[in-house]
Each structure stands twice: as structure tokens, then as C-alpha cells.
């Protein structure tokens, strides 16, 4: 029964990741982005959006993705799925942490 609920959750979890991604590919709703989210009021204003969007979704992708793995996982528990899981994981990791230097690079060079 408590594998049924951690996968309902999960599954919850992976639409509302994948619906937040859909929308930051789009450039629509909040930017849940960290350079965002600290930036000062004026440096939103002038702050180009279009690759903190996108790292944004690439992010919230990966995590529906991840959710909906681990939600599988909960219900039939094959160690593949969990070796898949944690390859996802480190992926979305390196690429957030990546992503956002070649960010912070390009708006150097811009400026």
C-alpha cells in the first residue's frame, strides 16, 4: 500500500514537473531560476530571460522525467529502473551546473 501512495505522489510530482517545463519552454509563467530569483528588481528588468527560461526547462524536464521513473520504480522495483534513475540525476546535475557557467560566460562577454 505505501509503494501505491509513494507512486501516486511521484506521478504528481512528474505532470506538475513536465507542465512547469512545457510552460518555460514556451517563456510563459514564473522563471523559477536561481540567477532570477536573486537578481534585484532592475536587473530583471534588463536581464535577457530566453536561456535562464530554457535551463529552466531542460531542469524541470529531466526532474518529470526522474519522478516518473522513481514512480515505476515504487510500483515494480527493478534494479535497472534505479540505475537509470540515479544516471538521470547525476545528468540533470551536470548540466545545471554547466548550463549555468556557459550562462554567466556569455553575459561576461556581453557586457
Known amino acids: 500500500m505505501a509503494e501505491i501512495i509513494a507512486a501516486i505522489i511521484c506521478f ?3 505532470i506538475g514537473s513536465f507542465i512547469i517545463s512545457i510552460r518555460s519552454f514556451m517563456e510563459k509563467g514564473y522563471l523559477f ?3 532570477y530569483l536573486y537578481a534585484t528588481k532592475q536587473e530583471r528588468i534588463q536581464m535577457n ?4 527560461y530554457r535551463q529552466s526547462a531542460v531542469v524541470f524536464l529531466l526532474m518529470g522525467i526522474l519522478f516518473l ?3 515505476v520504480l515504487a510500483l515494480f522495483y527493478t534494479k535497472w529502473i534505479f540505475y537509470i534513475v540515479m544516471a538521470i540525476a547525476a545528468i540533470m546535475i551536470v548540466y545545471a551546473v554547466g548550463s549555468s557557467i556557459i550562462i554567466e560566460k556569455r553575459n561576461k562577454n556581453c557586457n
Not at 530571460?49 to 535562464?52: A, D, E, I, S
Open 12 to 14: 504528481v510530482f512528474s
Open 33 to 35: 531560476n536561481n540567477a
Open 49 to 52: 530571460k530566453r536561456p535562464y
Open 69 to 71: 521513473l522513481t514512480a
